[in-house]
């Protein structure tokens, strides 16, 4: 394994706080390892973090909205509560990112089935 690898696999969170992101693909790897990203909920990242904030039971990663220092460390401080609070729950964030489906494969059957309904 590469360095990289190795410090994916061995975080618990992920930290990506951008402030516009066109795409990303730190965040889809992290979450490949199980480690749980926290992101700015911008361009990508918004797109392939889904929010487990509390009431939200399907979700892969935190997702805070504004560019500042207090929003992004409010989001951090629920997800070390998750972690130190519920470590069940936090594994349950870890695995649905890790078996999440970044494939072409899953994107070109998105695109399919949005052209045969129109």
Known sequence: ATLAQELYAAADLFLMPS???PCGL?????MRYGTVPIVRK????ADSVMSCQVGQDDGTG???NTYNV???LGVIDQA??????DREGFGMVQKRGMIYDFSWKRSAQDYHNIYQNL
């Open 42 to 45: 911008t361009g990508g990242l």
């Open 70 to 72: 207090e929003d992004m």
């Open 26 to 30: 730190s965040q889809m790897i992290a």
């Open 62 to 64: 935190f997702l805070f």
């Open 19 to 21: 402030k516009s992101e």
């Open 80 to 85: 070390v509560k998750l972690y130190h609070g």
